[in-house]
């Protein structure tokens, strides 16, 4: 079968592998029927966030069951399911108190040996583990470009938020408009904020931000959006001003710099975005004498059933941010594109 390889730095491509085969009787094989690029993918590949290669890349897929491991009690052939990123047990301490991605008999799929050393999903079969709990139904009528969203790309928007704590009437600042940034915009408009601030560099993003939910959009190459939104929430109290909550949707110095600057007294501070090794970009000092909360972490897997449920009603819509379907024969040139932005690329779905 194909899948797409990662043989070292700048060296990736699709090959020939062996087809998966169940190695524990909690494992089931899918047949993968859409996946996705990640920017991780990217980082992986330009060295951003060191590996050990060669790795099978990919933790963004949904498909159908096609082998089911003799433990498995939820599943069966046939089924159709999205897969997390993260394949969690669900029962151990981490996963019980909602830490699921740091389940230690858990492994996230196509990272290497320090994350687990599971082959990834940009392929055409996948061996997932923690069945029962990594596998989560898809319901009917949610196609699977769409669910493919469900689990890194809009989770990770979600958690986001939900790290923000953000109530109704308050404020809030995403920075970053992509797919990450575009998942927080919507999670928050769930929060019913009195005002959502977006900000990024493209006003194509910006522009698909407000049909999101922003109510305001800032253009950071044009003005300094820290300026812009303490002027536009300083309520005749300058020395208050700021957002309730901002999130970092990016994870570059400069971003995360402006978004804790961005936030009021007693706001907080979610980072999603993955920072450059020993990179920060915050004043812990001013954060501390401002009694503001930073937060960091990575998605908890189980918001995806949440979120696929939300799809299923119409609360939410990630259909704009598939702006490419290829097939998974197309790799090197939907690899090529997504890293590149071409072609307007926010994301790009790949069919086996």
């Known amino acids: 079968m194909q899948a797409a390889v990662l043989r070292g730095p700048h060296d990736i491509g699709l090959e020939d592998v062996p087809r998966p085969v169940i190695e524990k009787d909690t494992d089931v094989i899918v047949r993968v029927t859409a996946t996705a690029i990640c920017t991780s993918d990217v980082h992986y590949a330009d060295g951003f966030l060191p590996i050990e290669e060669p790795i099978r890349l990919g933790h963004e897929f949904v498909g159908v069951v096609d082998e089911v491991g003799g433990g498995v009690r939820t ?16 029962a151990c301490s981490m996963c019980r108190r909602g830490q699921e991605s740091w389940c230690p008999h858990g492994a996230l799929f196509g990272s290497g040996k320090g994350w687990g050393d599971l082959a990834g999903g940009l392929s055409e079969y996948t061996r997932v583990i923690n069945a029962d709990t990594s596998c989560i139904p898809i319901p009917d009528g949610i196609p699977d470009e769409h669910a493919v969203l469900a689990g890194d790309v809009f989770g990770t928007g979600f958690f986001a938020v ?16 992509g797919p990450i940034g575009l998942s927080a915009v919507q999670s928050a408009a769930l929060r019913s904020p009195a005002r959502i601030f977006l900000v990024d560099i493209l006003d194509s993003r910006l522009e698909l931000g407000l049909a ?72 812990l000092q001013a954060a501390q004498l401002a009694s503001q909360t930073i937060k960091v972490g990575m998605t908890p897997q189980r918001n ?22 290829m097939e998974l024969k197309e790799f090197d040139r939907a690899f090529s594109m997504f890293a590149g932005h071409e072609d307007g690329c926010l994301k790009v779905v790949l069919r086996p």
């Open 212 to 283: 999101m939910g922003a109510t305001d959009v800032i253009n950071s190459g044009h003005v300094d959006p820290v300026e812009e939104i303490r002027r536009a929430t300083d309520g005749g109290h300058p020395f208050l001003s700021g957002v309730d909550a901002a999130a970092d949707c990016v994870g570059i110095e400069v971003t995360v710099d402006r978004a804790s600057k961005s936030i009021t007294k007693g706001g907080i501070l979610s980072i999603v975005g993955v920072p450059h090794p020993g990179s920060f970009g915050i004043d």
């Open 75 to 90: 599943l069966k052939r046939g089924d159709r399911v999205a897969v997390a990123p993260y394949a969690w047990c669900g």
């Open 162 to 177: 939900e790290q923000c704590e953000l109530q109704p009437g308050q404020t809030i600042a995403v920075f970053g408009a």
């Open 304 to 325: 995806m059933a949440r979120i696929l449920g939300l799809m299923e009603r119409g609360r939410i819509d990630v259909a704009p941010f598939v702006t490419h379907v």
